[in-house]
C-alpha cells in the first residue's frame, strides 16, 4: 500500500466497531434502568392508590355504621348505619373486596335482624345483595379486631365502640398489611 491511499485499516474499524459496541451497549443500560425504575415507581403509586381508596372507603362505611356484624369465617362484614345496611364481601380466590347495598326493601328492624343473622350468606341470599361495588385493590386477608385486639368473629359490635380494620393488601412488592382503627357511630350521641 502506498502512502497516498485513502481509507481505514482493519485495525482502525476493529476499533470503531468496538467503541460503537460500547456506545451501544452504556445507552441500552441506561435505558434499562430508567425504564425498570419507571415502571416500578408506577407500580408502587398504583398500589398506594388502590390500597388508600379501599381502606378509605372501608373506614367510611365502618365510621357510619352503628352495628357491625362479622361472619363466622371473616369474610363477610355487614352493617347497618341508619335506615340503610351495607355488606362487604372477601373472595379469597380472586383477591377481592365487594360492597353491596344490603337487606334494601326490608324495614329497620328486618334490616337489622338480617345484618346480624349468621345463617345469610351470599351463596344461600344472593338476593339480599345489590348494587356490588367492587373496591379497587387485590386482597389477600381482612380481618376486623376489637380495641382489645381479639379478633371478631361469628358475633357483632355497636354503640360506638372502637374496631380494628387490618387488611393485607397483595402489591408488586408482595404482600402489605394497612391497619386503622375506627370508632363506630354512637346512634344515642
Do not use: C, W
Request: aromatic share 6%.
Amino acid at each position: 500500500m502506498t502512502r497516498d491511499e485513502r481509507g481505514t485499516t482493519l485495525t482502525e474499524l476493529l476499533a470503531a466497531m468496538t467503541i460503537t459496541m460500547i456506545v451501544l451497549a452504556v445507552a441500552f443500560s441506561v435505558y434499562y434502568a430508567i425504564h425498570n425504575a419507571t415502571t416500578g415507581g408506577m407500580e408502587r403509586y398504583m398500589d398506594k392508590s388502590a390500597m388508600n381508596g379501599a381502606m378509605n372507603r372501608l373506614a367510611a362505611e365502618l365510621a357510619d355504621a352503628t352495628t357491625v356484624y362479622v361472619s363466622a369465617a371473616g369474610d363477610e362484614i355487614r352493617m347497618t348505619n341508619g335506615s340503610g345496611a351495607r355488606a362487604i364481601v372477601f373472595d379469597a380466590e380472586g383477591g377481592t373486596l365487594t360492597l353491596y347495598a344490603f337487606s334494601e326493601g326490608e324495614s329497620p328492624a328486618g334490616k337489622l335482624a338480617n345484618v346480624t343473622d349468621a345463617a345469610i350468606r351470599l351463596a344461600t341470599r344472593p338476593e339480599l345483595y345489590a348494587r356490588p361495588r367492587e373496591l379497587p385493590a387485590v386482597v389477600e386477608d381482612i380481618r376486623l379486631y376489637n380495641a382489645q385486639g381479639v379478633p371478631v368473629a361469628g358475633a357483632s359490635v355497636g354503640g360506638g365502640a372502637v374496631v380494628r380494620l387490618a387488611v393485607t393488601f397483595v402489591t408488586s412488592d408482595g404482600p402489605r398489611a394497612v391497619e386503622t382503627a375506627v370508632k363506630l357511630f354512637h346512634a344515642s350521641a
